[in-house]
């Protein structure tokens, strides 16, 4: 579903051909969507076959192979706004970090505490990136700014920052987790 969601919105935009499509992708959401390069083209071949997505120009550039340049349609929009609303009323709010968080019982004291020092850091690391984001988005607002989505990335980091420093300090016990 986000593979779909993710092409279909960006052909919302503009007709593009499935190389500019996995470009947009890594230059708007980097390292916070694990999108494959060949899952694109399957979902852009699916996208074609239901009447989503057509087919709109060839470009050829050099000696590269043809590019196809895709369309959204009409069914296209409507599918597409129709996952964006079962997407908000019916997805669980979890994060894949979760899925670690429940056997961390399997890590000794020592290992337990190191993780929590490892993701901290990563974290910071990661609310850098983030912010730096958020300022140039601020700085030059565009139609497709991306500022909703780093400021919520944002949020979540805090929270995750939050919730390790309360390990840190003992406020929530590694041993009961």
Partial sequence: MKIEITIL?????ENLYGYEIKKKIVERLEDYVDIKFGSIYY???????NGWVKKVG????????????????????????????????????HFDIDIVLMFLNSLSADQKEQFTEDRLEYI?????VIREKIEAEEKNPE??????????LENHLKAEMNWLKSLKKGEISLVEM
Avoid: C, W
């Avoid at 919105?9 to 935009?13: K, Q, S, V």
């Avoid at 979902?43 to 076959?49: M, R």
């Avoid at 590269?64 to 599918?79: D, F, L, S, V």
């Fill in 143 to 152: 139609e497709n700014s991306q500022i909703h989505v780093y400021s919520y």
């Fill in 124 to 128: 910071k690391d990661k609310m850098n």
């Fill in 43 to 49: 979902a852009i071949k699916k996208s074609v076959e």
């Fill in 58 to 93: 060839t470009e050829k550039e050099g000696g590269n192979p043809e590019r196809y340049i895709y369309q959204i349609m009409p069914a296209g929009r409507k599918y597409y706004k129709k996952m964006l609303k079962q997407y908000f009323e019916h997805n669980m709010i």
């Fill in 9 to 13: 919105g960006l052909l919302m935009e």
